[in-house]
């Protein structure tokens, strides 16, 4: 079956005010860049992001609440985005905090089909209010609900036409698992190769969890903290 697409735009045909995303990636590595900007030109609003990070200004998911198309982020790490403070701060964006492994957690749970699963991990702290709790022998836990997305946009090193994925190194932060968890799945790619060219055992995501495919070079390869050292 041939999934591919010959531009972002024409995946997000069906993209409405107040959908969920799920954005794969770990800071600036692995982000499926070229569909986000795709929903910036799209201007689709109210938009729910589920993102370990919130990029930073003027890159990634920054880009879309700079153009104040986010109405809440559910996140892990939020500490790179100037303006994402400024937006919490004045009641402009509501955010949903995870500790990061229940949130990639809550995803794999998404696509398994499981509800909800018990961690001990928040239990106590501000995480934990408003959720339920139990105790397990001895050891306290807190109720966390999965996560599931109208899309999911996926960052791969490569694929082929069928959807077939690999993933590189860092890359591979969170992807696998959104790819999993939403009903209408687009990947970019960086190569787009032909079926067989990549090695079944090597294959991270199978094509059947994908919709659509395109490859996106040319890429930026940001650095989202440079530091240097005298030699």
């Not at 200004?57 to 403070?85: C, H, P, T, W």
């Not at 501000?126 to 709790?133: N, Q, W």
């Amino acid at each position: 079956m041939d999934k591919r697409i010959t531009s972002p735009d024409a995946a997000l045909e069906n993209l409405r005010d107040g959908m969920t995303i799920l954005m794969g990636g770990f800071g600036l590595c692995g982000i499926p860049e070229k569909l986000i900007d795709a929903v910036w030109r799209k201007g689709t609003k109210d938009l729910t992001i589920v993102s370990n990070n919130a990029g930073v200004d003027g890159a990634g998911i920054g880009l879309l609440l700079q153009n104040r198309q986010v109405k809440k982020m559910v996140s892990s790490y939020v500490g790179e985005n100037k303006l994402f403070e400024q937006l919490v701060l004045s009641g402009e964006l509501e955010v949903e905090l995870n500790p990061q492994g229940t949130l990639a957690e809550r995803l794999r749970a998404g696509g398994a089909g499981i509800p909800a699963f018990y961690t001990p991990t928040g239990y106590g702290t501000l995480v934990a209010e408003g959720k339920e709790t139990r105790e397990f022998e001895g050891r306290h836990y807190v109720l966390e609900r999965a996560l599931h997305g109208d899309f999911a946009f996926i960052k791969a090193w490569k694929g082929d036409r069928m959807g077939n994925l690999l993933y590189r190194k860092t890359t591979r932060n969170f992807n696998p698992m959104m790819a999993t968890a939403a009903d209408y799945v687009i990947a970019e790619v960086e190569q787009l190769v032909e079926p067989g060219d990549i090695p079944p055992d090597q294959v991270h995501t199978p094509g059947i969890f994908i919709d659509a495919i395109f490859e996106g070079a040319p890429y930026i390869k940001r650095i989202e903290k440079r530091t240097i050292r005298k030699l």
